[in-house]
């Protein structure tokens, strides 16, 4: 009778069905204002959000030869700078899944939310392979784990870079990297191994060339696990026989992907050259609650944000949780995992980064020193978000309980478990009404004249307009000038000081044409040719 039981569990648990079900709960409970307003409501804010839509916006029209955008690393935007597009994330990797809806006849921020919805559902579709692969869980279990690896509360903390959300690169390398090892152990197909070491490197690249932090952060996790199996006689053994009998392989695919990798890492050498080491604020290292607050948007725990103590923690950087009862499923199935080697140094590695990030008494932290040493760690301002990491073996860890709870009750007490973890890692949404967007960058765009070199797009009254930069950034578009506005980061010197463009008196309009007399003497150009182009400041902006 037993035995029958179980058998039926294992069937229900292994219904493809689930699959689909889990997917459509997370886009149900994450994407659902975009769905219910027809669209019409944009996921994300006017800044960062309109960033990212504007870069994949500028690579489709690099691709389709328009004007404006015969460079693909020189968009429109400080001009006449040119390698601008290396001031941020480039989103090459992933910006056929944009181009694909613009082809199909999509407007650029419909484009942009249908490339965000295939981006969630591919990191869903890369995670469930991940875990049917490398811990043979039932479908019902994977799926679980699948939809909160690409669902779960961070996601919806960080939807405003959405940049940061494309994950399923990293997921393919982290899957070589187990076929790799367990071709190794069982001696199988080297020709098959080859394989996997060339989509390790492929997957690399293609992260590097979409975006840099989540790339930063896997890749400290594999420099720590790393470590830990140089501690381990039979990991050393292993990873050692994987190397000489891949050795040319391994040298190939390297050289190939460095030199694939060459265009993208010297404008970004260029890029630090000209800004120089970003500081490190001491709010931007994690702190202990940082691993656990989930945003003031989250439905649930949205509430401790007001709470004293949680004050410093109003960056959605330090938004890493994923509830009390998420937690709680968690170390469950990691505990009853932990005799697998992937759940152990999964585990190891991340408990590693976050000793070596946290912010401790006195605002010092071990990355300080590190970041000088790292490749790139002296450009990654936001350390904070290093928690995107916890994902990985918070979806082990969930899918294991699930998988436990389904060999030893049944797939309902399994659901029942779930219920409270789904709750947690909703949000209140935080959107922007796309047609409201666009009818301000037209208008803004009816101004500017077509005659010129470029214009400053500057607002004034009312309060400061945080957006001014993205709204010139878009009216290049729908103008064909160039602008001299564009997204700081940080003001590499005295020529670039037009990050302040808001004026509600003449000390400030004098200040505001002072900069832009030295940008133009700094660059030599034509101040006749280059406008100024004043707009009235948003009534009201949106948090």
């Known amino acids: 009778m037993r035995d029958a039981s179980h058998k039926h569990r294992r069937r229900i648990s292994q219904s493809p069905a689930w699959t689909a079900v889990w997917w459509l709960i997370g886009v149900a409970t994450t994407s659902y204002p975009t769905i219910v307003s027809g669209f019409r409501l944009v996921q994300g804010g006017l800044g960062d959000t309109r ?77 469930y392979w991940l875990l049917r692969r490398s811990l043979a869980t039932s479908v019902l279990a994977s799926s679980v784990g699948a939809w909160f690896f690409a669902f779960a509360s961070p996601r919806m903390a960080g939807v405003m870079h959405q940049q940061l959300m494309i994950q399923f690169f990293l997921v393919l390398m982290l899957a070589s990297i187990v076929e790799i090892a367990r071709s190794q152990d069982r001696n199988t197909n080297s020709t098959r191994t080859r394989v996997w070491i060339a989509l390790f490197f492929v997957a690399g690249v293609l992260q590097l060339n979409t975006a840099v932090y989540p790339l930063l952060y896997f890749s400290l996790g594999l420099t720590a696990t790393a470590a830990i199996v140089a501690f381990s006689r039979s990991g050393r053994s292993t990873a050692a026989q994987i190397f000489r009998t891949h050795l040319a392989t391994i040298a190939a695919c390297a050289a190939a992907a460095v030199l694939v990798a060459i265009p993208t890492i010297m404008h970004y050498r260029d890029s630090a050259a000209a800004f120089g080491a970003r500081p490190l604020p001491p709010h931007h290292l994690p702190k202990l609650a940082s691993w656990l607050l989930m945003g003031d948007y989250n439905l649930l725990w949205g509430g401790l944000h007001e709470l004293p103590y949680f004050e410093w923690a109003n960056r959605s950087l330090h938004h890493n949780g994923i509830g009390v009862f998420g937690m709680v499923l968690c170390a469950v199935g990691l505990w009853h995992g932990r005799d697998r080697t992937i759940v152990r140094l999964m585990a ?196």
């Open 51 to 127: 960033l990212v839509n504007f870069t994949l916006e500028h690579g489709y029209r690099w691709l389709m030869g328009w004007p404006l955008a015969e460079s693909f690393w020189s968009p429109p935007i400080f001009f006449p700078a040119t390698g601008v597009t290396a001031y941020t994330d480039l989103l090459l990797g992933v910006a056929p899944l944009y181009w694909v809806w613009r082809w199909l006849g999509a407007a650029p921020d419909t484009a942009y939310q249908c490339w965000m919805l295939v981006c969630w559902s591919l990191n869903f579709v890369a995670f």
């Open 348 to 543: 190891a590695a991340v408990a590693v980064l976050f000793l070596i990030t946290l912010r401790l008494p006195g605002d010092w932290s071990l990355w300080e020193p590190l970041r000088h040493i790292i490749p790139g760690g002296t450009s990654a301002r936001a350390i904070a978000r290093v928690g995107m990491v916890l994902l990985y073996p918070a979806a082990f860890g969930i899918a294991l309980a699930i998988e436990g709870a389904l060999l030893r009750r049944s797939w309902w007490v399994a659901l029942l478990l779930l219920a409270p973890v789904v709750v947690e890692q909703i949000h209140r949404p935080l959107t922007y009404d796309k047609a409201a967007a666009r009818s301000r960058v037209e208008a803004i765009a009816d101004t500017v004249p077509r005659d010129i070199d470029a214009f400053l797009l500057t607002t004034t009254d009312g309060r400061q307009d945080r957006y001014v930069h993205e709204d010139a950034m878009w009216v290049t578009f729908s103008a064909g000038v160039p602008t001299v506005n564009g997204r700081y980061g940080k003001r590499p010197g005295r020529c670039w000081q037009l990050r302040d463009v808001h004026y509600g008196n003449r000390r400030k309009a004098a200040k505001i044409r002072a900069n832009l007399d030295q940008w133009i003497e700094c660059r030599d150009l034509d101040p006749d040719r280059i406008a100024w182009v004043n707009f009235q400041a948003r009534p009201a902006v949106p948090k």
